[in-house]
């Protein structure tokens, strides 16, 4: 995901170092967002079929293989560990 949207963990990154002021609570937020965008990959993106595949690397010395999650934004549906799941959120 943070090659779909690289601004915006970029943004947020610019804004702490900045000393911009936040609430703790979206501070903490923030600090894990970019934490976890260096976990997530994306290894398949089509535009046309607004669709991607994402890999998910939980803890590299935990010695547990990454996960692969599929995205259907045309379908809201999330294909993960051989379930499906409808997405709810607003696209």
């Not at 000393?19 to 937020?29: L, N, Q, T, W, Y």
């Not at 692969?68 to 959120?89: E, K, P, T, W, Y």
């Amino acid at each position: 995901l943070a090659t779909l949207m690289p601004r915006i963990g970029q943004q947020q990154v610019n804004q702490i170092e900045a000393g911009h002021m936040f609430v703790e609570d979206v501070r903490d937020a923030m600090v894990a967002n970019c934490w976890m965008e260096r976990l997530i990959n994306v290894e398949v993106y089509s535009r046309r079929l607004k669709m991607f595949q994402v890999t998910k690397t939980i803890v590299r010395r935990l010695g547990i293989t990454p996960m692969s999650h599929g995205v259907d934004l045309r379908n809201r549906r999330c294909d993960c560990n051989h379930r499906s799941f409808a997405i709810i959120h607003n696209l």
